[in-house]
């Protein structure tokens, strides 16, 4: 899900929290080792709603209307139950693939504010956060995409010795 070029920060694929982005990329082939065909033989979506990029283009209510949109997905909640659920189906054949999502950064309202979060999503995060076990965070390093030598695209400037 992506923003228009407006809303979209200048140089954001080098912000510190553009770690959906960089997800995105690398699992976006087809060939990648962990895709799967189907959604169902999946044992983790990667939802990638750029709840970040929104929020540093000012976009807290495409947020919003984003995480209901998701909540309603078919791929995501086969018959429209498990994101209403609180409980945890037993038999592990039965449940949904659990979900990721990526909200980086802390500084904007979660998209989920008047809403709820499904016990099968985890979030990625910038920190963890005392909440009351409906949902796990997951605690995410910035990403670190320059310079150029110190992400091993480039070698090291030369440093003379002294």
Same mark, same amino acid.
Not at 29 to 34: G, I, R
Not at 150 to 162: M, Q
């Given at each position: 899900s992506t923003l228009p070029d407006r809303y979209t920060p200048a140089n954001w694929e080098h912000n510190q929290y553009a770690a959906e982005l960089w997800l995105h990329r690398s699992l976006s *082939? !087809?060939?990648? /080792?962990?895709r799967v065909h189907q959604a169902v033989n999946a044992d983790l979506i990667v939802v990638s709603a750029n709840f970040s990029m929104r929020c540093f283009g000012g976009k807290m209510? *495409? #947020?919003? &209307? $984003?995480?209901? #949109? !998701?909540?309603q997905s078919e791929v995501l909640w086969p018959n429209h139950e498990w994101p209403n659920k609180t409980w945890i189906q037993p038999d592990p054949a039965l449940r949904p693939p659990v979900k990721l999502v990526t909200v980086g950064y802390s500084h904007c309202t979660v998209p989920w504010i008047m809403s709820h979060i499904p016990t099968d999503v985890l979030v990625l995060k910038e920190f963890a956060t005392r909440h009351s076990g409906a949902f796990?965070?997951? %605690? #995410?390093?910035? %990403? %670190? #995409?320059?310079?150029?030598?110190? %992400?091993?695209?480039?070698? /090291?400037? &030369? $440093?003379?010795?002294?």
């Open positions: *082939s !087809m060939q990648h /080792p962990w209510f *495409s #947020s919003r &209307f $984003t995480w209901q #949109s !998701m909540l796990r965070d997951i %605690v #995410s390093p910035f %990403v %670190v #995409s320059r310079p150029s030598w110190l %992400v091993g695209e480039a070698n /090291p400037p &030369f $440093t003379p010795v002294p």
